[in-house]
C-alpha cells in the first residue's frame, strides 16, 4: 500500500473524529451540552457515533477523489436510496436519548426543541419554505451558470462536466411517487441533521462545509457551486426563523424540482443532441 493509499483509507476516518470532537468542544463552550453528557460513558459514545456517520456520510467520499472511478448502479436499489437517510434520523436519535433520557421533563418537547421543531405555526413555515425554494433554486442556478461562465473565460472547458452523474439516469428512471419520497426524505431528514443539530451547536460555515461534503460523491465540482449555495441560503433560513421548517420545505421543493422536472428534461435533451 502507498502513502497515498494509506491516505485515502484513513484519512477520511481521522477528519471524522476530529470533526466530531470539534462539534463536542464547540457545544462545551457554548454551554449547550446535554445533561447526560455530564456521564463520560455517555459523552464518548455520543461523539463516537457522531463521528461514525460524519465518515460515512460526509468524509469518505474525499477518499475517492481523483480516482478514475463510476458509480455502478447496476447494484443500486430504491431501499439504498434511503439508507443514508435513515442511519442520520438514527444517529440523532441515539444521540438524543445519550444526552437526554433520564433528565426529567417531556422528551417529546426536548426532541422537538434541539433540532429546530419548535415554531408557533409549523404550516405557515412550510408554506413560506415552499415560495424561497422557489428563489433558492433559481439563486442556485444563477450560481452554477456564473461558475461555469467564469471557468469558460478562463479556458478551462475541458474542466466541465460533459456528462451528468450516472446515479442522475437511474433516478429519473424511477416512478415518480418514488423520486417524490426521495425528495421529501432529504427535505426533512439532511435539514434536521445539518441545520437543525449540526449548525446551531457548530456554526454556519462548518455545517455548510459537512453539507457540501456530503454531496462530493457526485463528482461535480460546479454542482458543489449550488450545493453551496443552498446551504448558506437554508441555513440563513433556519436563523430568521429560527426553526427548520421553512428549510425543510424549501429543500424538498427544491429536490423534487430537480428530479421530477429538470433532470428528466435535460436527460431527454442530451438523448436528442446525440441523436
Do not use: N
Not at 142 to 163: F, I, N, Q, R, W
Amino acid at each position: 500500500m502507498t502513502p497515498l493509499d494509506l491516505l485515502r483509507a484513513v484519512g477520511p476516518a481521522l477528519l471524522a473524529l476530529a470533526a466530531a470532537y470539534s462539534v463536542d468542544r464547540l457545544c462545551a463552550a457554548k454551554g449547550v451540552l446535554p445533561p447526560g453528557f455530564a456521564m463520560p460513558w455517555r459523552r464518548g459514545a455520543a461523539m463516537a457515533l457522531l463521528a461514525g456517520v460524519l465518515w460515512i456520510g460526509v468524509f469518505a467520499p474525499l477518499g475517492m477523489l481523483g480516482l478514475e472511478t463510476e458509480l455502478d448502479v447496476a447494484g443500486l436499489t430504491i431501499p439504498r436510496l434511503f439508507l443514508l437517510h435513515a442511519i442520520l434520523a438514527g444517529t440523532l436519535l441515539v444521540w438524543f436519548l445519550l444526552g437526554y433520557a433520564g433528565s426529567g421533563g417531556g422528551l417529546g418537547r426536548l426532541f422537538a426543541a434541539q433540532f429546530g421543531f419548535r415554531a408557533p405555526q409549523p404550516a405557515r413555515e412550510l408554506g413560506l419554505g415552499l415560495v424561497l425554494g422557489l428563489a433558492s433554486w433559481a439563486a442556485a442556478l444563477g450560481a452554477m451558470m456564473a461558475a461555469a461562465l467564469v471557468v469558460l473565460t478562463l479556458g478551462g472547458e475541458d474542466a466541465l462536466p460533459k456528462a451528468p452523474p450516472a446515479l442522475f439516469p437511474w433516478i429519473a428512471a424511477l416512478p415518480a411517487g418514488v423520486r417524490l419520497l426521495v425528495s421529501l426524505s432529504a427535505g426533512a431528514v439532511e435539514e434536521t441533521f445539518f441545520r437543525g443539530f449540526l449548525q446551531p451547536r457548530a456554526g454556519l460555515l462548518l455545517s455548510t462545509l459537512f453539507f457540501v461534503l456530503a454531496h462530493a460523491s457526485y463528482a461535480q465540482p460546479l454542482m458543489l457551486v449550488g450545493v453551496t449555495v443552498l446551504s448558506l441560503l437554508y441555513g440563513g433560513l433556519v436563523r430568521w426563523r429560527q426553526s427548520v421548517w421553512a428549510a425543510i420545505a424549501a429543500h424538498a421543493l427544491f429536490d423534487a424540482v430537480q428530479l421530477l422536472v429538470v433532470v428528466p428534461a435535460a436527460l431527454e435533451l442530451l438523448g436528442r443532441q446525440a441523436r
